[in-house]
């Protein structure tokens, strides 16, 4: 499980609305479609939803990443949910929450990040999430993703929830870990839903081969910048970022979605509202 660091949220807060506008430029839907459409929740249901909803920071494992509840509280205000940051943390902080009448809890320890809602059981893993979230920008980016092949890269908790997600828009998933017994239980898993995916060995020939990729893994040099084309898409929730190189940007001008929190705290805010 990757661990962000202070560096890769604390600009989050201050830059969600230029955020928002360059994924309408890039996937022609706001952070709230995107995620509403990976939650499987209509627009205005979510709209009418406004419970309280409290972060609480936990100082468990390797404690507190300086930055990250105040991110995660900045994406759900900005997505017009009312949300607090409890004073207290850890056990102090959801009992506090419950007293002011949080119905949804955001937390997150070194093994899960996880959003709750108290009245209705609903629980949402962020890496499930994730992988959907970026699923749902990938397919707007594509223009549909139908018969279409998607290198997935990385066959853990994100990468598992995208191929799920890729599969059910009839996209043909190869999968590629480093870990090959990964990719094989991703791709025994999905044959038993009934679903194919190809589990891939050698990850220069898979790159020659596609255009489309989702980068899920923690590698920050997983795809070298000689398999970008000019028809290349990147979906790529993996921390950090898997293609590296100047003017990245330049290369892939709306073209990559990336990001270190946003996509995947709102898909959990929408599947739990
Ligand atoms: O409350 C705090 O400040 C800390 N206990 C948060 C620790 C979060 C650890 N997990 C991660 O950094 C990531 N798995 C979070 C999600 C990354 C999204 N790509």
């Known amino acids: 499980m990757t661990r962000l660091k202070e560096d890769d949220v604390n600009q989050i807060a201050t830059t969600m609305g230029a955020y928002n506008d360059a994924l309408v430029r890039m996937t022609g839907s706001s952070l709230m479609q995107l995620a509403a459409q990976a939650a499987y929740k209509e627009i205005d ?37 009312n949300a607090v940051i409890t004073k207290s943390s850890d056990a102090g902080g959801v009992a506090e929450a419950v007293q002011q009448g949080a119905e949804i809890l955001f937390m997150a320890d070194d093994d899960r990040f996880v959003a709750i809602n108290l009245r209705s059981g609903k629980v949402s893993d962020n890496g499930d999430a994730t992988g959907r ?23 853990g908790p994100v990468g598992s929830s995208a191929a799920l997600a890729l599969v059910s828009h009839g996209t043909r ?33 898979s790159l020659a081969k596609h255009q489309i990729f989702f980068d899920a893994c923690p590698a920050e040099d997983v795809i070298d910048l000689r398999y970008i084309s000019k028809e290349t898409m990147i979906a790529a929730p993996g921390i950090p970022l898997g293609v590296q190189g100047l003017g990245i940007e330049q290369l892939l001008p709306d073209r990559l979605l990336h990001d270190a929190l946003q996509i995947g705290v709102a898909t959990m805010l929408c599947d739990v509202l």
């Not at 972060?55 to 759900?76: L, N």
């Not at 970026?134 to 890269?153: D, F, H, S």
């Not at 999968?175 to 891939?200: H, P, T």
């Open 133 to 155: 979230g970026y699923v749902a920008g990938l397919e707007r980016m594509c223009q549909g993703l139908k018969g279409k092949n998607v290198l997935l890269l990385g066959a």
């Open 45 to 81: 249901y979510l709209s009418k939803r406004n419970p309280l909803v409290a972060v609480i920071p936990m100082t468990c494992g390797q404690g507190i990443i300086g930055g990250f509840v105040e991110s995660v509280a900045s994406i759900i205000t900005y997505l017009g949910s």
């Open 173 to 205: 998933v190869t999968v590629y870990d480093i870990n090959l017994s990964a990719s094989q239980r991703l791709s025994s898993a999905m044959k038993k839903m009934g679903y194919n995916v190809d589990v891939e060995t050698d990850l220069e020939s």
